[in-house]
């Protein structure tokens, strides 16, 4: 899948979870041409700003439990199915390797007593994703994105096709668009 008039390329793999439990786990590269990898950093970890730019967020904020930050996220699913929600911890640093600056993200589930299941909406028990994010050499940046989740319940098909397809190069776009319109913001201020 390739949108160069949105300065965005990438390439989904879809990969079949190696247990018979026909789940998936999504490898995703691919490049925003015009972001540098920063300010992709920073887009991505601003809870607050994500919820004025992702239209699958019902909900979304952060708590310390214990001494330990924990995000709780209510994701928007499409009628006749249920809303599901995340309680995870994530961690972003920055490093280098050989001369490059790599943006590093990880974030998996958690139970935490504080955050209980909510009638009417199911609970993403499973879930881990791992980000990288580095420069392109040039004003952009490169992505490698691994994630999993459970989202429970019966996933219909066409659903699990339209994540794989269409859903993934949407959120490309849609971060693409957040990014130049943080800038813009932060330019503002």
């Known amino acids: 899948m390739q949108s160069t008039s949105l300065s965005c390329v990438t390439f989904p793999l879809l990969i079949l979870f ?15 041409a015009d972001v540098p990898p920063k300010l992709c950093a920073d887009v991505y970890m601003d809870l607050n700003f994500r919820k004025e730019w992702d239209q699958y ?14 995000i709780y996220w209510e994701v928007k699913y499409p009628f006749p199915l249920s809303n599901r929600d995340y309680v995870y911890i994530r961690e972003c640093q920055e490093m280098d390797v ?50 999993f989740d459970n989202p429970g319940g019966m996933i219909p098909s066409w659903l699990v096709n339209w994540a794989s397809k269409s859903g993934v190069p949407a959120f490309l776009k849609d971060i ?10 932060n330019k503002s201020t």
């Open 57 to 70: 967020v019902k909900e979304l904020y952060e708590e310390t439990y214990d001494g330990e930050k924990v």
């Open 98 to 147: 050989d001369g490059r600056k790599i943006w590093v993200v990880l974030a998996k589930s958690v139970a935490v007593p504080q955050c209980p299941e909510k009638p009417g909406i199911i609970r993403v028990k499973s879930y881990k994703q791992s980000l990288a994010i580095e420069s392109d050499g040039k004003a952009g940046c490169k992505v490698y994105m691994y994630y």
């Open 18 to 32: 190696p247990q018979q439990s026909g789940l998936y786990e999504y490898k995703i590269f691919g490049g925003l």
């Open 176 to 185: 693409r668009k957040a990014c130049l319109n943080y800038s813009k913001s």
